[in-house]
């Protein structure tokens, strides 16, 4: 039910995600990506992965096809740890720009994270992914 809540409240922000009332966490667009996961067809690799979105952190874990998305740092080592702007983070999660074209800190494979994002994006169709 979070998750469906999840992707019809991202659904209702405004292009550009942010206004005078009106601010974008990376974190909420991280549970709608989980839920856009979650539902497709194509299989996230499997790995813990930590992000660092400007002053926000959470962590995303994918094995035996479950997800669990935490809030903070993993209370362990992670597979995968990047660090992102917010703007290149809802970029990167709607599509409209590579990895490569950022200037993201990664520890781990970089073509793993790519992968991942193929995956765990934002849903289609919203103001934030156009």
Not at 39 to 50: F, K, N, V
Not at 81 to 90: C, M, N, P, Q, T
């Amino acid at each position: 039910i979070l998750e469906d809540l999840a992707l019809w409240g991202f659904g209702l922000f405004p292009e550009g995600g942010e206004g005078p009332d009106l601010q974008v966490k990376a974190a909420w667009a991280a549970m709608s990506m989980k839920a856009t996961m979650d539902r497709s067809d194509s299989r996230a690799p499997e790995g813990t992965y930590a992000f660092g979105v400007g002053p926000e952190s959470f962590w995303l874990e994918v094995r035996g096809g479950q997800s669990t998305l935490r809030d903070g740092p993993p209370p362990f080592e992670p597979d995968l740890s990047a660090e992102f702007s917010k703007e290149d983070f809802l970029r990167i999660a709607s599509g409209d720009l590579t990895i490569e074209e950022t200037d993201t800190r990664i520890e781990g494979d970089p073509a793993r994270l790519e992968t991942l994002f193929g995956t765990f994006r934002l849903p289609v169709d919203t103001p934030a992914s156009r």
